[in-house]
């Protein structure tokens, strides 16, 4: 059974922290002066001063202790506020000088205006770089060479996300200091450090173990629902880093089929057509489900080389592979669409979603206006029990969700986070499948619909380069012809 219960659910993280945060002395609850002044002593002594610019190559490093007392330190602290408060003292107190910055800047402009050699100018501007650098990356520096350094820090950055959304702290210091952090591991975690490992039913229950627990888009019921997604005609890899090989940090699930696949449910719940993999019956390659394990990750390019490197075994095992798809969730659809029928039902007689003929069938089913019924209905999935409703919904339905990830926008880009991640990757948004998700977290978060994201392989570079320059996306017939008639038939 490789240990997976019947009762197995899927969790969107897996814990990282290793060993867990330590009882004793450091453990305990701390709070008011006694906080401040134990936080505050501790980053007087953990984080390195600044050398000046002349001594940068000669000072020798900090003791490998202090680093330690501050990863002990933080690890005994067991409330998120309290974490919160510590990475908000480092981010206001261990930043850039503010004055050296204006000083190195001040000589750059100097020696711009004077016809001076490139060597000194050059110098100057590295000067300048050097006083841009926050104090506290040497801290994240010298952690890193720590025995599970890395790991640490990782950790660290997913507290620091968690305490930003909660508002446990705030400020652009705060912000700051996690795009640091950001830009660090992104180096650490570039594709040259990263390991890719097919995973099969034969791979260590630990590691079977660790990927249903990750799986965050199509949760794992039991042993079996395992089995299947690793058995003939699917495949599933991961990315690991060389320092923690064998934990998964990215997960890639990928249903090889004879065509691109319009539901998910024929791939998570249906037996493969054999248990022997026949070659002439794969054709396509669908890209399920993309999980991030690590919090602390997130924003890290591991998606996009985790499915290019994942193409590229494909072609090598199966030359014959003619279409690479993904099948995705559409996460905030429903939201979005709630959030509409909300401001519209406040404003009596507006409507801007629905024909006038389809106000009428929509209120014939439901014995109620269209906008109070339609709002219970899709929070709780109520409507596909209707089968007259079902098809009353599926025209507005259809054109309303192509509008969303084409037109919805969020600085130019597609609001919608999986939109966006095919999007910036190159692939062509290609079609919207009804019906293709009968789950009830896929009904309560994208009204059943899902979309295929197809990468054409040789379109794929270009393609990323007008979207992330120009922002424009590269749609199908299918997307285009949706969008065309939501302008036409609804007034947003």
Not at 129 to 153: C, E, N, Q, W
Request: glycine share 8%; net charge positive.
């Amino acid at each position: 059974m490789r240990g997976l219960g019947p009762g197995l659910r899927a969790r969107r993280l897996l814990p990282l922290r290793s060993p867990p945060r330590p009882p004793g002395p450091r453990g305990r609850r701390l709070c008011g002066g006694l906080a401040a002044n134990a936080m505050d002593e501790l980053l007087r002594r953990a984080v390195p001063p600044t050398p000046a610019y002349e001594l940068r190559e000669k000072t020798p490093a900090p003791a490998e202790g202090q680093c330690a007392d501050f990863v002990s330190f933080y690890g005994g602290l067991a409330e998120a506020s309290q974490r919160a408060e510590l990475l908000g003292r480092l981010a206001q107190g261990f930043g850039v000088d503010h004055g050296q910055v204006a000083e190195q800047s001040a000589g750059v402009l100097q020696l711009r205006q004077q016809a001076r050699e490139a060597a000194v100018l050059l110098q100057a501007e590295d000067r300048l770089r050097y006083a841009l650098v926050p104090r506290y990356r040497g801290l994240f520096h010298h952690i890193s060479k720590l025995d599970g350094g890395v790991r640490f820090l990782v950790q660290l950055r997913a507290d620091l996300l968690e305490a930003q959304a909660l508002k446990l702290v705030e400020g652009p210091h705060v912000r700051e200091m996690n795009g640091v952090l950001k830009s660090m591991l992104s180096e650490w975690f570039s594709s040259g450090f990263l390991n890719l490992e097919r995973v099969t039913w034969h791979s260590p229950c630990e590691v079977l173990q660790k990927i249903s627990e990750c799986e965050a888009v199509h949760p794992v019921k039991n042993w079996m629902d395992m089995k299947r997604r690793v058995g003939p005609y699917r495949r599933c890899y991961f990315f690991s880093h060389c320092s923690t090989p064998g934990e998964p940090l990215v997960v890639l699930h990928v249903a090889l089929t004879g065509d691109i696949s319009n539901n998910i449910q024929g791939i998570v719940k249906e037996c493969p057509p054999s248990e022997t993999e026949e070659r002439n019956r794969i054709a396509a390659a669908i890209f399920y489900s993309i999980s991030l394990t690590q919090q602390g990750l997130q924003g890290v390019e591991l998606g996009t080389f985790l499915i290019k490197r994942v193409v590229k075994e494909l072609q090598k095992e199966f030359p014959q592979l003619g279409a690479f798809s993904s099948l995705s969730p559409i996460p905030g659809f429903t939201k979005w669409l709630l959030g509409l029928l909300n401001v519209q039902g406040k404003e009596h007689g507006r409507n801007e979603l629905f024909t006038d003929s389809e106000c009428q069938e929509i209120s014939a089913v439901t014995g109620n206006p269209v906008h109070e019924s339609l709002k219970g209905f899709l929070s709780s999935g109520e409507w596909v029990k209707s089968e007259k409703l079902t098809q009353a919904l599926q025209g507005p339905l259809m054109r309303l969700c192509a509008w969303y990830l084409y037109g919805e926008k969020h600085r130019g880009y597609a609001l919608n986070p999986v939109a966006n991640f095919h999007l910036q990757n190159g692939a062509v948004m290609w079609r919207i499948n009804w019906m293709a998700d009968s789950s009830l977290k896929g009904l309560t978060s994208s009204c059943g619909l899902m979309v295929n994201y197809r990468y054409y392989l040789e379109e794929t570079g270009p393609n990323s380069i007008s979207y992330l320059g120009s922002k424009n996306i590269k749609a199908s017939e299918q997307i285009l012809s949706l969008v065309a008639q939501f302008q036409n038939n609804s007034k947003l």
